[in-house]
């Protein structure tokens, strides 16, 4: 039998982490102190979230990080980071991804 998409206690309805659409535009984004990620990312009024995150660690490109917008390369390290959250002042830019050559990593 498969796991419940949502709950209802006490009329408050949980809904299961993984059932959960991803939303946002799949990008790179680039935070002061040196932090790239990679991940779905949404906007409040003063955070960056990237959900579906993973760390790009070590780009692997020869010419930049421009090249990672049409997926990672075999040099390109990429550590699981959940979601981030970030202040909005901390973010340098954005670059949008081919969401299909990263949708396997």
């Known amino acids: 039998m498969a796991a419940p998409q949502t709950i209802k206690i006490d009329n408050i309805e949980y809904v299961r982490a993984d059932a959960r659409p991803l939303t946002g535009d799949m990008k790179i984004v680039v935070l002061d102190r040196g932090f790239v990620f990679v991940g779905r990312v949404e906007y409040s009024d003063d955070s960056v979230i990237i959900t ?25 390290v990429l550590d699981a980071a959940g979601t981030v959250i970030a202040p909005k002042r901390a973010m340098i830019f954005t670059l949008t991804v081919d969401e ?6």
């Not at 579906?52 to 390109?76: F, Q």
């Not at 299909?100 to 990593?105: D, I, R, T, V």
Request: charged share 25%.
């Open 52 to 76: 579906d995150a993973k760390n790009i660690r070590k780009w692997g490109t020869t010419r930049g990080l421009g090249e990672l917008v049409n997926g990672p390369l075999s040099g390109t």
């Open 100 to 105: 299909q050559a990263w949708k396997k990593f």
